[in-house]
């Protein structure tokens, strides 16, 4: 459910609203009852809310709500759009709680909304978001984010670093291991064909060195190394391109070189559904990709959107992924 003082309850009503979702899925929500409760007017929906305790419990029918009900929240405390320790401690044993029925295999996948870190900091919840969180308690090491949007797919070679520090990472090396990974990623999801393109760093690729040298020194040469073990790779292909290629599927996916290359290509193609999966996790997780919208939460006003996707896409992967 998120964080309970954010948009997560009302997005999650508004999209377990619609029927579509039942008919790809088996919607079971983790959270508060009471707190969903709450934001049936909001939403305008109407809809029963059915706590339970276990999955096995649950009805899966339209018109219901099933949650797996944590009585770990004062509603009549919370105060909407505002950092309250009660609403980070929560919201992390929500997912704490989603991560043990994944690990039980009571669920297939799990499609996450927004957290918010300073919450989580009032909390003493000792992680900064759902990455770290997800790392830990399944003890994975360095988890691989995909961003999902229509028919494009990007994977991101650096994180949260600045541009100089993310440069400074862009070694053969890590290009050739992060294509690798990459290509586990899409097996593990179903995907037969696997073609990848690497972005360019530098304006044209850097013009055989013209405008840089890192494409010739550290990008080519990691292409070439993870060519050599068979994986279906080309590059580096001008940033200013490379993304309208895959979107009009000429490259199942695209390794962007640092966090805005990517994210810029993904949120413009289109910010409501684009959808962020986790890779590399013992389980399948999507998620929405955008924060808790602090400002308007609780006024019934935030698009339900991108949580429709982050479900629909968590079912479409999930009878496809392979654990082991």
Do not use: W
Request: aromatic share 6%; net charge negative; glycine share 8%.
């Amino acid at each position: 459910m998120g964080d309970p003082a954010g948009i997560g309850p009302e997005i999650t009503v508004g999209a377990l609203n619609k029927k579509e979702l039942y008919d790809v899925a088996n919607p079971v929500v983790i959270g508060h009852g009471d707190m969903l409760e709450k934001m049936l007017p909001v939403m305008k929906a109407d809809l029963t809310i059915n706590r339970i305790t276990t999955v096995d419990e649950a009805m899966f029918e339209y018109g219901t709500i099933d949650v797996i009900h944590l009585d770990n929240l004062n509603v009549a405390e919370v105060k909407m759009g505002t950092v309250q320790a009660q609403c980070g401690k929560a919201a992390f044993e929500y997912i704490r709680h989603a991560v043990q029925l994944a690990n039980d295999k009571k669920v297939d996948a799990l499609a996450t909304t927004p957290i918010n870190k300073e919450s989580l900091k009032a909390a003493e919840v000792p992680y900064i978001g759902h990455t770290e969180m997800l790392a830990d308690l399944t003890k994975t090491e360095d988890p691989l984010t995909m961003f999902e949007v229509h028919s494009m797919r990007i994977f991101f070679l650096t994180r949260h670093l600045s541009l100089k520090d993310a440069i400074d990472q862009m070694t053969k090396e890590r290009v050739h291991d992060y294509l690798l990974r990459c290509d586990k990623a899409l097996e593990k999801l179903g995907v037969k064909e696997r073609r990848f393109a690497v972005a360019g760093l530098n304006p044209h690729s850097g013009e055989n060195g013209l405008f840089g040298r890192e494409e010739m020194d550290e990008i080519t040469p990691g292409i070439e190394l993870a060519k050599k073990d068979g994986i279906n790779a080309v590059g580096p292909v001008p940033a200013d391109s490379v993304f309208h290629h895959a979107l009009n599927g000429r490259y199942d996916a695209v390794l962007s070189l640092y966090h805005d290359q990517g994210h810029i290509a993904a949120k413009m193609t289109d910010f409501e559904r684009t959808i962020s999966i986790t890779n590399g996790l013992p389980f399948l997780r999507t998620s929405v990709d955008h924060g808790t919208a602090f400002d308007i939460a609780g006024k019934g006003i935030a698009s339900t959107v991108s949580m429709e996707e982050c479900i629909k896409l968590a079912a479409k992967y999930a009878p496809h992924f392979v654990t082991a």
